[in-house]
């Protein structure tokens, strides 16, 4: 599915640390002059401002986890973060209410269908399922610290923007074209009151859902959010504490399971590392302990994950030794089969 060439991984780096500064900088150059080649998929629109995207902006960026950062490409445009908001508010309310509550009351498991699946809340007695599709992200949102809908985007915006490192404006325009056009997730989030599993006011906690999604970030900042995911929990560039290691730790597990939707096996097969996308076109792919990879690139495949940024991600994941599947046998036995 993402055919790439690449032989040259550096051995040292498939189990242990990411290899030297100037392969970085080089590999990551590779991958962007071939996927940029790369013209299939289509601009999200069920969303109408989403559609005015221009489809060739095309960014990757590389965040390690002792703050280093490498960039090609339109790594400084802003786009609206989406789902991949999902991600970094389950690891705020993990932190918050611990990873049991989460566990307990949204779930943990892939619904092998898509995001914005009614059928799936219908399957499972009313179960979001998890917190990367918006059932269970509307659900985890609602668990989000706060007595208003205001405190809990308080609490949301502060978080989120602590992940980047800095304070993450919100796209009114997109707010207000998803806010007249989401019919489909108030409908998901009325469904979920239906089945006693939504406390707080499904209106509100679509609203406070698209406001999350609406925030603008550029690739750069999702590999600083991804890092921190990579590190502990620490914001590699503004050494805060964000969350625990064991909600990074908690969180990743998600993102492997269902950060992908329905294709996050294959995604898992190809690439080897939990990520997150955006049906703006953002990807955010986490090494753990080694750093995280920012990519955009608006046109989407089927599932509504990037193609160029899939496919950047592929390469970089071989090329780098980045996937968590990878090992090698103990130096003494590699040495007695040589
Ligand atoms: N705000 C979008 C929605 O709810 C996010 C979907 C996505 O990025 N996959 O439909």
């Not at 030297?20 to 109408?48: F, K």
């Not at 207000?176 to 209106?203: F, K, V, W």
């Not at 996308?277 to 495949?301: C, H, N, Q, R, T």
Request: proline share 5%.
């Amino acid at each position: 599915m993402f055919e790439t060439d690449v032989q040259d991984v550096p051995q040292e780096a498939l189990t242990g640390s990411l290899p030297s500064e100037s392969q970085i900088a080089r590999l990551l150059h590779e991958a962007y002059a071939r996927c940029a080649e790369v013209t299939t998929g289509e601009v999200a629109d069920y969303i109408p401002a989403l559609a005015e995207a221009d489809p060739a902006l095309f960014g990757l960026s590389l965040t390690e986890v002792d703050g280093t950062g490498h960039r090609v490409g339109d790594t400084a445009a802003l786009f609206t973060i989406q789902s991949i908001s999902k991600a970094f508010v389950l690891a705020l309310v993990c932190e918050a209410i611990g990873h049991q509550e989460v566990h307990r009351v949204v779930g943990v498991n892939n619904t092998g269908l898509p995001f914005n699946s009614v059928i799936a809340l219908e399957l499972n007695d009313g179960n979001p399922m998890n917190p990367m599709v918006n059932a269970g992200a509307i659900a985890t949102t609602a668990l989000v610290p706060g007595a208003t809908a205001e405190e809990k985007w308080w609490t949301l915006h502060e978080g989120l923007s602590r992940f980047a490192g800095r304070s993450l404006e919100l796209d009114t325009r997109v707010l207000d074209s998803e806010s007249a056009s989401n019919h489909r997730n108030q409908g998901i989030a009325d469904l979920l009151t239906s089945y006693d599993r939504l406390h707080a006011d499904p209106a509100e906690m679509v609203d406070l859902y698209t406001r999350q999604c609406s925030l603008l970030v550029t690739a750069d900042d999702l590999a600083v959010m991804g890092a921190t995911l990579a590190d502990g929990g620490i914001n590699p560039v503004t050494g805060e504490r964000v969350v625990s290691p064991e909600v990074c730790r908690d969180t990743l597990s998600v993102l492997a399971a269902c950060g992908m939707y329905e294709l996050s096996g294959e995604w898992l097969f190809e690439i080897g590392l939990p990520a997150k996308s955006g049906v703006s076109g953002g990807i955010v792919a986490i090494a753990p302990g080694k750093g995280a990879l920012g990519a955009f690139s608006p046109p989407l495949d089927r599932a509504g994950n990037s193609v160029r940024g899939q496919r950047a991600c592929a390469h970089l994941s071989r090329a780098l030794g980045l996937n968590l599947f990878a090992s090698r046998p103990h130096p003494a036995k590699d040495a007695e089969h040589a």
